[in-house]
């Protein structure tokens, strides 16, 4: 069964410092989605990327982040300085269609800033 | 604010009973729901969704309800076996407002008792 796939598992950083967080989403998929959860609490939406180009973000994407598709297979989410507070787990998710489609996720990047 | 929430954070269930894991949202323009499950370290896995224009959809072992008028959400489960011990989250979108992002609730804890 197709799956969406994230790397690394876990990444360790100091604050400050620039990561990128990679997925790779289903191969027929043509939506792609970053979402985070921060220990205990919800999951929550931060930004959607279609044909290249975001169409949705949240609050908490902000200039710090930024999202990018290199290639046909990979999505990438990058934090350019990283926060104590950008401690989550990030996930990706991908779906065939845009509203109404299903979004299936990742396992997870789990960010730990130190 | 708008936001989807959850009335028990944690349920027990004896192995072989039905569990009930409720959901209350506020955003009456939501008219796509969908029930995750996450396994200890997996990101969410897709259970069942169910549209605005329909009251009830069942899957394997499993069924949702849509109450529109008191904006409840109910995932069912029959026959609950130590499998299905995890955290379950329901999400909503809205299709015909453009939005593809999924607001999470809280999550419930089903614990499976043997």
């Known amino acids: 069964e197709p799956e969406v796939t994230q790397t690394p598992s876990h990444q360790v950083t100091q604050m400050g410092q620039e990561v990128i967080l990679r997925c790779v989403p289903i191969?027929?998929?043509?939506?792609f989605y970053w979402y985070r959860q921060i220990l205990g609490q919800k999951v929550e939406f931060l930004v959607s990327f279609y044909n290249n180009e975001i169409s949705e973000k949240s609050e908490i994407f902000d200039d710090q982040f930024s999202v990018e598709r290199p290639d046909g297979s990979n999505f990438t989410l990058k934090i350019r300085s990283t926060k104590l507070e950008d401690s989550a787990m990030y996930f990706c998710?991908?779906?065939?269609?845009?509203?109404?489609?299903?979004?299936?996720f990742g396992a997870g990047t789990r960010l730990s800033v130190l | 604010g708008e936001s989807v929430g959850l009335h028990l954070p944690t349920l027990s269930v004896q192995e072989g009973d039905n569990s009930i894991i409720n959901c209350a949202y506020s955003n009456s323009a939501s008219d796509y729901f969908i029930w995750y499950k996450q396994e200890s370290g997996k990101g969410p896995q897709f259970i069942i969704d169910i549209r605005s224009n329909m009251d009830k959809r069942q899957g394997q072992r499993v069924t949702v309800l849509l109450n529109k008028t008191v904006k409840h959400l109910s995932l069912q489960i029959a026959a609950t076996q130590p499998g299905d011990s995890a955290v379950y989250f329901c999400?909503?979108?809205?299709?015909?407002?453009?939005?593809?992002?999924?607001?999470f609730g809280t999550g419930t804890r089903l614990k499976v008792l043997a």
């Open positions: 191969s027929n998929h043509l939506y």
């Open positions: 998710a991908s779906s065939r269609g845009g509203g109404g489609n299903i979004q299936y």
């Open positions: 999400a909503e979108t809205g299709i015909t407002s453009g939005t593809y992002k999924y607001i």
